[in-house]
């Protein structure tokens, strides 16, 4: 008998049954919350209105209304149109600049870890003044960026620091200084 029925029709019939027994189970658990929704439905659809019937959308967020301010406000508060609020440019530059200014950070927290690895290879090779020079110089025409902003005397404060303290160089600060490349 088994091998009379096919896999599809197996199937076919499991699909049916279980199908069938969701729907059945839906129906007899959920009938009263369908025919609340029902309902609903029909009153809503009666009720609808006439500027909002051709959109089909029903107003999702709620219709716009246009009302005056209502004379509750107190006397610190002003009520302001949408069209008496103007951005000025001053805003955004000021914005402009601080995304300006973070980029910068990054940039120089980069600098300074790797001025610490320059200065821990330089003293591990036991390395001379025109050594740190050199690398340190190398090291600075990659950030020439850097060499006009209020982050200069910072690097060349950690470059003086990790010189005197971690490679016992005596250097004066500007000679440190001279070491950033000119821009052309």
């Known amino acids: 008998m088994l091998n ?11 699909i049916v049954a279980v199908g069938s027994y969701y729907a059945i ?59 008496e609020i103007s951005i000025s440019e001053n805003a955004s530059n000021t914005a402009a600049k601080y995304l300006e200014d973070a980029l910068l950070i990054g940039t120089v927290s980069d600098l300074l870890q790797e001025i610490k690895v320059i200065s821990d290879m330089i003293a591990e090779s036991k390395g001379n003044g025109e050594d740190a020079a050199s690398a340190f110089q190398s090291l600075l025409k990659n950030y020439l960026h850097l060499s006009a902003t209020k982050y200069q005397e910072a690097i060349d404060l950690v470059i003086y620091d990790h010189c005197k303290n971690q490679l016992a160089l005596q250097l004066e600060m500007s000679e440190i200084k001279s070491w950033w490349p000119q821009e052309s």
């Not at 009379?4 to 499991?14: D, H, K």
């Not at 009666?46 to 716009?64: E, R």
């Open 4 to 14: 009379s029925i096919s896999w599809q029709q197996f199937f076919y019939t499991v």
């Open 25 to 83: 189970s839906i129906l007899l658990l959920y009938s009263k919350d369908i025919t609340q929704k029902i309902q609903a439905l029909k009153t809503r659809s009666v009720k609808t209105d006439p500027q909002s019937a051709g959109t089909g959308l029903d107003n999702l967020m709620g219709a716009i209304k246009n009302e005056q301010p209502s004379e509750t406000i107190s006397s610190n508060q002003k009520v302001v149109s949408s069209t």
